[in-house]
Each structure stands twice: as C-alpha cells, then as structure tokens.
C-alpha cells in the first residue's frame, strides 16, 4: 500500500530533551516536506526537501533540522524543544516528475512539549 | 510572498444546502498551482483537486466544483447538496514554480459543518 509513515503518532516530551520524528514514504518521491498545523494557523511549511541531500527552509524552520540522507526517508529533529513547538506534524511526499503534484500526507504527529 | 486567505473562519449549513469556500491568493509569479486539501474529524488530509496558472477551466467532479478566476485571484470550492460527511477543514494551498518552487502555503483553513 502507497503511503507515508510518521512515528511516533504521540509524543509527551519535556523541554530540552532532544527527539527525532521520523517519516517514510514508499512511493519513490522526490519531494518530501514538513508541516506543522496550530489551531487557526492552517498548515505551516518548515522543511522541504527536492530529492536526496537537498532540503530547505520552508516558512517557520526555526528549532528544527531534518536530513535527507535517503529518498524514502526524512527526519524532522528537535535539537532542544521548547513548548511552542508543541503542535501537530505532517509529513508530505510529492511525485518527482512534477513537484507540483498533490501531495500525500502521514498520519500525523501530536508532539506535546512540557 | 505568496499568500493565501481563506477568509471564512467556519461556516454551518444544514443538510442539502449548497456551500462555497472561498479561496483568495497572492503570487508574484506567473507559473503556480493552485490546490484544495479536505481535512475530516479523523485528522487525516485528503488531497481534492490541482490547478495550474494556466488552466483557467471550472471543474466539476459530483457534487464538488471549483471555479478559478486569475482576474480576482480567487480559487474558490462549491459543494452542492451538502452532506453531514462533508463536515471537515477544507485548505486552500499555493505551490509556486519560479525561486520559491518546493514552497507551500495553505491558508488558514474554513471549518464545515453540516448538520442533519
């Protein structure tokens, strides 16, 4: 089944502990991107990816890293969190022949930092 | 800087009544795609219809359309005969091809309810 995997799905973490949410895409995409939705705020960009070893900032990138060491995979890392990162995150992969194919979501991560 | 409004914070119909999402965007760019995301109760996101700058066509897919206007930069959702499964966050999103290409923005989203 085509589809990208986040874990953990939920995460209770304390401020300051360094955590990694990983996410997996099977479909052979290109593109991979990272989003965090707030209530009314919609859906923020903060990593984006084009292909392997090529990520960039998206919107609100600040207290965050990914990689992209390989095609299916695409971390988002929290060196040091603080409470305002606490939120929901989406990970998205898009086709390669068009980057501006739709977009395929995970599940979705609920980080809640303390 | 691209940019999108979805100006309707929340809107409630009931049950068979038409609806219209509005969808207003800003680009400098002359090459973009434009999209709609449905997000239901469950929380996954559900990606609904793409256009491009260039293709200017309404679309009609059952009782959902979507009508394009460049002149007023609008991309807005109408869904006819509403239904209690259409209750859901609806995004509007914005991907542009030119220095920004990889960059998206999705407005804030409109929150539907359809009630019985």
């Known amino acids: 089944e085509a589809q990208v995997t986040q874990n953990p799905r939920y995460l209770i973490t304390v401020t300051g502990k360094k955590l990694t949410v990983t996410c997996s895409q099977n479909m052979n995409h290109e593109y991979m991107s990272w989003y965090r939705q707030d209530p009314g705020l919609g859906l923020r960009q903060i990593y984006y990816?084009?292909?392997?070893?090529?990520?960039d900032k998206g919107d609100v990138p600040e207290g965050y890293k990914v990689s992209r060491k390989e095609k299916r995979n695409f971390p988002l890392i929290l060196e040091s969190p603080s409470p305002n990162q606490t939120s929901l995150y989406f990970c998205?992969?898009?086709?390669?022949?068009?980057?501006?194919?739709?977009?395929?979501f995970g599940p979705g991560t609920r980080l809640t930092v303390l | 800087a691209q940019k999108v409004t979805q100006a309707q914070t929340e809107i409630s119909v009931v049950e068979k009544e038409d609806v219209t999402l509005d969808c207003v965007y800003e680009?400098?760019?002359?090459?973009?795609?434009l999209f709609w995301y449905k997000q239901p109760p469950s929380g996954e996101l559900v990606f609904l219809i793409r256009r491009n700058s260039f293709d200017e066509q309404n679309e009609i897919s059952g009782r959902y359309s979507w009508n394009f206007q460049k002149s007023t930069s609008s991309f807005n959702f109408t869904i006819t005969a509403s239904q209690v499964v259409d209750s859901a966050v609806y995004f509007c999103a914005l991907s542009e091809a030119g220095t920004n290409a990889g960059k998206s923005t999705f407005g804030d989203g409109t929150t539907l309810t359809v009630k019985p």
């Open positions: 998205a992969s898009s086709t390669g022949d068009s980057i501006y194919n739709e977009q395929f």
């Open positions: 680009t400098r760019d002359t090459t973009y795609y």
């Open positions: 990816s084009m292909n392997v070893e090529v990520t």
